[in-house]
């Protein structure tokens, strides 16, 4: 099983819906959770982060947890041909020192919003 | 607005040349990460340093790569020789330990071993 879940896509969804992303994670002490955007050609940029059971909305972002289910999600509200991308899940994995992090990524999900 | 930065951005070379990447972290980021993107195996990280010392590079081949933090402001990883294997965007990421907001990417640089 590897550490960090998503399906590879492409998720295709018309402009104005809502795209949901989702990851699961195999590691029950992971403690943080992050979603990177991804455009193609580009680095990943941080969008989301998140801790705590429940939702964390941003904008017109959404990041869900639930840990008993070792699952994350990312809605996006209003989708736009701008959010075009590869969106990518981070799992913290603790540090051989337990101090700091280490990103496990999972694969990515590739959204097309179609205007 | 601060970035990391890495150069070169794109670099071709023949197999069993020596290549090096540099990284220039945020200013007072304590964190460097090293990581590989291939469309295969997606981001993998090759090393890791706090505070310019290495902390884990279990993720890198240690026959050909190497990873050293000189300074507070340069980071580079070494591959010698270079194979066509190799070929794949290096990315370095850094960031503040103490804070569980997340790590900022360099633009990266695509190595192309022919």
């Known amino acids: 099983q590897k550490e960090v879940e998503q399906n590879s896509g492409p998720l295709s969804v018309p402009e104005g819906a809502i795209a949901s992303l989702n990851c699961t994670y195999s590691?029950?002490?992971?403690?943080?959770f992050f979603w990177y955007r991804q455009y193609s050609g580009k680095s990943p940029e941080l969008i989301m982060f998140?801790?705590?059971?429940g939702d964390k909305e941003d904008g017109r972002f959404t990041a869900q947890l639930n840990k008993a289910s070792q699952y994350v999600s990312l809605l996006i509200r209003d989708s736009q041909p701008s959010d075009s991308a590869t969106y990518l899940c981070?799992?913290?994995?603790?540090?051989?020192?337990?101090?700091?992090?280490?990103?496990?990524f999972g694969p990515g999900t590739r959204l097309s919003v179609l205007p | 607005d601060a970035r990391v930065t890495q150069t070169p951005r794109h670099k071709v070379t023949e197999m069993g040349q020596e290549v090096t990447m540099r990284c220039q972290p945020i200013?007072?980021?304590?964190?460097v990460f090293w990581y590989r993107q291939t469309m295969m195996q997606g981001l993998e990280l090759l090393a890791y340093?706090?505070?310019?010392?290495?902390?884990?590079d279990s993720g890198m081949p240690k026959d050909r790569f190497s990873a050293e933090m000189p300074d507070a402001t340069l980071a580079t990883l070494k591959i010698q020789p270079s194979e066509p294997r190799d070929s794949a965007v290096y990315f370095c990421?850094?960031?503040?330990?103490?804070?569980?907001?997340?790590?900022?990417f360099g633009s990266g640089t695509r190595l192309t071993v022919v």
């Open positions: 990421a850094s960031g503040l330990v103490d804070r569980d907001d997340g790590y900022t």
């Open positions: 590691d029950r002490g992971s403690q943080s």
């Open positions: 998140i801790y705590s059971n």
């Open positions: 981070a799992v913290n994995k603790p540090m051989f020192d337990n101090y700091g992090q280490n990103f496990v």
């Open positions: 200013l007072g980021h304590n964190t």
């Open positions: 340093f706090r505070n310019r010392a290495p902390l884990d």
